[in-house]
């Protein structure tokens, strides 16, 4: 029998993610849990069969220029990989998977979440009672948007804005409308309970609440920009649970800070965890540390799904989630 694999883990997994790990590869998992820098990747390259990556490693054109590179395939722990160069993995004859699905309903749970913090002012009050300086209940306290009722806008209509739709729509009363240049067919969208706009600037006149869903891409990054968000209704919501660079924080905090957007939403932002420090004085704004996954069940389940990545890579069958 040949040796086993040689993979390399970036950061900490679950511990039932690691054991099994150990159990199927020459595994060697990360003890300080930092982002591995560019250096730090090049020697990883170097030395592993297989590469256990997650967005905080920035798989470059650059560092896949590394020589000589061993690695062939990397699995990405993640939906999205946009931290990974994709042509220069190719080139490199570098295969790439994803772990799509498992993250789709805590997501779209938290996407939720963000809205209904948002709409009903939750961060505000928390901040309030927290540092003593409630005073007691009254009508006009804190009057945040009632939810039923209100147009969800969903920028993007995958797995994940498929799912918030269903939440949003059947559980909470609120109309759903989706723009995607290619969109569900019909019956998955009645399924869901969405409708379809054309354009995005359609989507966005009518909606009262905005949630992005795309990933990043030279098409994406930056659209949520000022001539954007000035087609937003004004006193609408924006909530992000896709990625920091889709949106131009100058004119979310400029949007926030007129009124113009009543609140946003906010789990990524561009530059990670070095966040846009103006986010934080502004009292409409929630802000999570990029929660969107984040629950036992789902990392566990994230991590097994690149576990079958690896093993169906070097077992010679068909890579479940294969990006290239
Ligand atoms: C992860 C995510 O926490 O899957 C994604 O694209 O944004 C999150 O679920 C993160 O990417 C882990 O690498």
């Known amino acids: 029998m040949s040796a086993a694999p040689k993979v390399i883990v970036t950061r900490r997994l679950p511990a039932s993610v690691e054991a099994a790990l150990r159990e199927r590869f020459d595994v060697e998992l990360s003890r300080r849990d930092e982002p591995t820098n560019a250096e730090g990747l090049q020697r990883v390259l170097g030395q592993a069969d297989g590469l256990l990556s997650t967005v905080t490693d920035r798989l470059t054109a650059e560092v896949l220029a590394a020589y000589p590179i061993r690695t062939r395939i990397i699995a990405n722990f993640g939906v999205g990989y946009e931290n990974i160069d994709l042509p220069a993995a190719q080139a490199h004859e570098i295969v790439v998977t994803n772990t799509p699905d498992v993250l789709t309903d805590c ?53 994940i804005a498929r799912a918030l739709a269903r939440r949003a729509h059947h559980g909470f009363g609120m109309r759903v409308l989706c723009f995607d240049p290619s969109p569900p067919s019909p019956v998955e969208l009645a399924a869901v309970g969405a409708e379809p706009r054309a354009t995005l600037a359609a989507l966005l006149a009518e909606s009262d609440v905005v949630s992005l869903h795309c990933p990043s891409t030279p098409a994406t990054r930056g659209m949520m920009n000022a001539a954007r968000l000035a087609q937003m209704k004004p006193g609408a919501f924006l909530i992000n649970t896709a990625r920091g660079d889709v949106v131009v924080d100058d004119a979310v905090i400029a949007a926030l800070k007129s009124g113009h957007l009543a609140g946003a939403g906010l789990d990524v932002f561009r530059g990670e965890p070095n966040i846009d420090r103006r986010y934080l004085g502004l009292e409409n704004a929630v802000l999570l540390p990029h929660l969107g996954s984040a629950t036992r069940e789902t990392r566990e389940a994230m991590g097994f799904r690149a576990i079958e990545n690896l093993a169906a890579f070097f077992d010679g069958r068909t890579v479940p989630d294969r990006v290239v």
């Open 107 to 159: 997501t779209a749970d938290l996407a939720m979440t963000l809205i209904l913090m948002t709409m009903r002012r939750a961060g505000e009050g928390e901040r309030e009672l927290r540092s003593g300086r409630w005073l007691g209940w009254r009508p006009t306290h804190l009057m945040g948007a009632r939810v039923a009722g209100k147009v969800l806008g969903l920028v993007g209509m995958g797995r």
